[in-house]
């Protein structure tokens, strides 16, 4: 079992910076993180693996989410820039334990932490 604890979520306004933390038991093949607005379905965000760095993102936050992690502490984070309104959302934290690809798929992972709300107001 792995637990993730994330932390950092809030409100912000439109134009501002967030970041979020993600803190896990143990590591894992990948983390990362998805996001779920009200009345919609749970989306894709970023992923990265623990071993070589490697990263996917959506296409929707491409050039202003970072993830990154530091594998001393076990925590991954996400690097949110330039947040605007439709960036608002419960976002998990989500890990895997089975596949190596970076996969974008809710399915694909094993994990999930408890959520953390952010709310950027325009």
């Known amino acids: 079992q792995v637990q993730l604890v994330e932390s950092g979520g809030g409100l912000v306004q439109a134009g501002d910076s967030l970041r979020l933390s993600c803190a896990a038991s143990r590591r894992t093949v990948t983390i990362g993180w998805f996001r779920q607005a009200p009345g919609k379905e749970r989306e894709f965000v970023a992923v990265i693996r623990w071993t070589d760095g490697l990263t996917n993102y959506a296409e929707s936050v491409k050039g202003r989410f970072a993830i990154s992690r530091d594998n001393a502490k076990n925590t991954a984070y996400l690097q949110m820039n330039s947040l605007n309104s439709e960036d608002t959302a419960v976002y998990y934290c989500?890990?895997?334990?089975?596949?190596?690809?970076?996969?974008?798929?809710?399915?694909?992972?094993?994990?999930w932490g408890q959520g953390t709300q952010v709310t950027v107001s325009s």
């Open positions: 989500a890990a895997s334990d089975t596949y190596y690809s970076l996969d974008p798929d809710p399915h694909r992972y094993n994990y």
